[in-house]
């Protein structure tokens, strides 16, 4: 089957370095994603991996570990506007289908 | 530069009225298409996907339907609403092909029936 697993809630502190972890068991995999979703909006892309290994962005990096089926997505230097849920997907290989899990709220305080 | 629009914005529907939404995109060909729906709280649910005009795959057995009537075209409809169709639309595109494929949303309708 096809399963993606995400943490439902974390909270971190402005200035802080978070990582939020996505472990993943499909049939076939074409690449991991993440997306950004601020309340009431719909999802922005934030970063792409296909091999392994750390993709940086700024102060976005992803992960990926394709024999562990695991992703982490860290956010340094966390700023207010970073509150927002962070959506893990999978691009399947075999059909054009994205399979997503069912995302990670982050709250940051102050 | 691609661009996806998505129309109404809102939508406040009675029980068993029609329903028809719109996506399009822009500065793209031959793009496939997606509709996602999101309850209240809740991660994203496929609805339907197509690869070319006319060619759609059903995800959700349920009383929506879609159609892609041009090539950057698709559609969902309902002949009649129900309580369980509230929620955050969600039409998407991504590039055919070997290369990244990317997916990317338009900006979402709100539906609540009513």
């Known amino acids: 089957g096809q399963n993606i697993d995400q943490p439902t809630e974390m909270t971190a502190t402005e200035g802080a370095i978070v990582q939020i972890n996505c472990t993943y068991q499909t049939s076939g995999f074409n690449g991991l994603f993440w997306y950004q979703q601020h309340a009431g909006e719909a999802p922005t892309f934030l970063s792409y991996n296909v091999l392994d290994g750390l993709e940086e962005k700024g102060r976005f990096s992803s992960f990926l570990s394709r024999s562990k089926g695991y992703s982490y997505l860290l956010l340094k230097e966390l700023q207010m506007k970073d509150s927002a849920s962070y959506l893990c997907a999978v691009r399947d290989s075999g059909t054009y289908k994205y399979i997503f899990g069912t995302g990670t709220r982050l709250k940051v305080l102050a | 530069s691609q661009t996806i629009h998505q129309w109404p914005a809102t939508l406040v529907q009675p029980v068993g009225s029609p329903l028809s939404l719109e996506c399009t995109v822009e500065?793209?060909?031959?793009?496939?298409l997606y509709w996602y729906r999101q309850a209240a709280g809740r991660g994203l649910q496929l609805l339907f996907y197509?690869?070319?005009?006319?060619?759609i795959s059903s995800e959700v057995p349920q009383n929506l339907s879609a159609s892609r009537p041009q090539d950057r075209q698709f559609i969902l409809s309902s002949k009649k609403l129900l309580l369980s169709d509230s929620g955050f639309y969600l039409c998407?595109?991504?590039?055919?092909?070997?290369?990244?494929?990317?997916?990317?949303f338009g900006p979402g309708t709100r539906l609540t029936v009513l």
């Open positions: 500065g793209t060909s031959n793009p496939n």
């Open positions: 197509s690869v070319g005009i006319g060619q």
């Open positions: 998407a595109w991504s590039t055919t092909g070997r290369g990244t494929d990317t997916q990317y």
